[in-house]
């Protein structure tokens, strides 16, 4: 039911009305492989991972998956990115699909939503003492609310040593992927609020910037550029061509490179759907680029 609410919920922002496709649960209900192993990278229930690892010898480019559902409990899980981490994992990536704490979970929101995907990240260097993972060649891949995580863990290591929500090694990313997600906390306020229904950007990080500049100065990638990381953006429905264009021209001005596709028209699901044309176009997009 959450997930359909999302669904309706995003249909009805105007700036999405033009884009409807495939619903969440359309997309959860595509065909996913069985995961290779699934793992946990914390104590909670939540702080899981499913990884797939590609037949043959490796060692394989990883790329982790972090799913949306504005980081709210409920409205999605990773079972509705296991269809694209199976997709992935065909193009030879191996996947690492993961859960993680959010808004209604225990300790979710600021900093476990943060220090989740954190973790998360890390624990591939667990996975790799048995599994032929390359952690030269990891990419961060998040859709819609988790687009946030791909930029936000290429900026990880750059933040002050005592952070909450920094980790004490953090593994560094050598791509990241916002899938139609908010790249800059700032540019998106509106569009999360409208699609959400609900301001979970406040939510998420306890309060306005004005109000918490500190959490934002860390948890925000649009001010923490440059990233040293490459950056792929893609703009569909959420993610507006404006907010795009305005981040990636922060982020090159600071000396990142960040290529933006535009898929206007687009389902805002359809962009992690096997099958449809508009994951084609994507699946392309991540796999010309992710190392070039």
């Known amino acids: 039911m959450r997930a359909l609410f999302l669904a309706l919920a995003i249909a009805g922002a105007p700036a999405m009305a033009a884009a409807q496709g495939l619903d969440p649960?359309?997309?959860?209900?595509l065909p996913?492989?069985?995961?290779?192993?699934?793992?946990?990278?914390?104590?909670?229930?939540?702080?899981?991972?499913?990884?797939?690892?590609?037949?043959?010898?490796?060692p394989f480019?990883?790329?982790?998956?972090?799913?949306?559902?504005?980081?709210?409990?409920?409205f999605a899980s990773l079972a509705m990115t296991s269809p694209m981490a199976t997709a992935l994992t065909a193009k030879g990536f191996a996947t690492w699909n993961i859960e993680y704490r959010q808004l209604g979970d225990t300790g979710g929101g600021w900093p476990g939503t943060f220090q989740d995907w954190g973790a998360a990240l890390d624990h591939l260097r667990?996975?790799?003492?048995?599994?032929?993972?390359?952690?030269?060649?990891?990419?961060?891949?998040?859709?819609?609310?988790?687009?946030?995580?791909?930029?936000?863990l290429a900026a990880r290591p750059g933040l002050p040593k005592g952070?909450?929500?920094?980790?004490?090694?953090?593994?560094?990313?050598?791509?990241?992927?916002?899938?139609?997600?908010?790249?800059?906390l700032r540019l998106s306020v509106g569009a999360l609020r409208?699609?959400?229904?609900?301001p979970v950007i406040a939510q998420l990080m306890g309060g306005d910037a004005a109000a918490q500049p500190g959490?934002?100065?860390?948890?925000?990638?649009?001010?923490?550029?440059?990233?040293?990381?490459?950056?792929l953006l893609v703009s569909a429905a959420l993610l507006s061509p404006e907010a795009a264009s305005a981040y990636a021209a922060a982020a090159r001005a600071s000396g990142d490179r960040v290529t933006v596709l535009v898929l206007p028209k687009t389902g805002h699901f359809d962009l992690v759907a096997p099958g449809q044309p508009a994951?084609?176009?994507?699946?392309?997009?991540?796999?010309?680029?992710?190392?070039s």
């Open 25 to 29: 649960g359309q997309v959860t209900a």
């Open 215 to 231: 959490r934002y100065n860390e948890g925000n990638p649009g001010e923490r550029l440059p990233l040293h990381t490459r950056q």
């Open 163 to 184: 952070s909450p929500i920094r980790g004490a090694d953090p593994l560094r990313v050598a791509t990241a992927v916002d899938i139609d997600g908010p790249a800059d």
């Open 126 to 152: 667990v996975l790799a003492r048995t599994q032929p993972l390359d952690l030269g060649r990891v990419v961060v891949l998040g859709h819609s609310a988790g687009g946030l995580a791909a930029p936000w």
């Open 61 to 74: 480019p990883v790329a982790v998956i972090v799913h949306g559902g504005c980081w709210t409990s409920g």
């Open 32 to 58: 996913s492989s069985p995961p290779t192993l699934r793992a946990a990278y914390g104590p909670g229930k939540l702080q899981v991972g499913e990884l797939r690892v590609p037949p043959g010898k490796g």
């Open 279 to 291: 994951w084609g176009k994507v699946e392309a997009f991540i796999v010309k680029n992710a190392f």
């Open 194 to 198: 409208e699609a959400c229904e609900a």
